[in-house]
């Protein structure tokens, strides 16, 4: 397993299913950061309604809500 694969959150305040993402992310290891969706037009249009939603940037790659600790876990060990 590479832990050092950067992963985004997609969130927005007081989401209690990206509290719930945040504890599936931090159990898996991850490196990651917290990207608050109302902060920015463009990622409210694409993510609105998708919330939670985390990215690999490397592989340009999302999973999107609803998911568990080990899809989670398969999409941060995802090789392409």
């Not at 109302?38 to 939670?52: A, N, Q």
Request: glycine share 2%.
């Amino acid at each position: 397993m590479n832990r050092a694969r950067e992963v985004i959150l997609y969130t927005r305040p007081d989401c209690h299913l990206c509290a719930m993402a945040e504890q599936m992310v931090e159990e898996c290891g991850a490196t990651w950061y917290e990207v608050d969706i109302e902060t920015d037009l463009d990622l409210i249009r694409k993510h609105g309604h998708r919330i939670p939603v985390l990215y690999r940037p490397d592989v340009d790659r999302e999973l999107i809500w609803p998911f568990t600790v080990d899809t989670v876990q398969a999409f941060i060990d995802l090789d392409i």
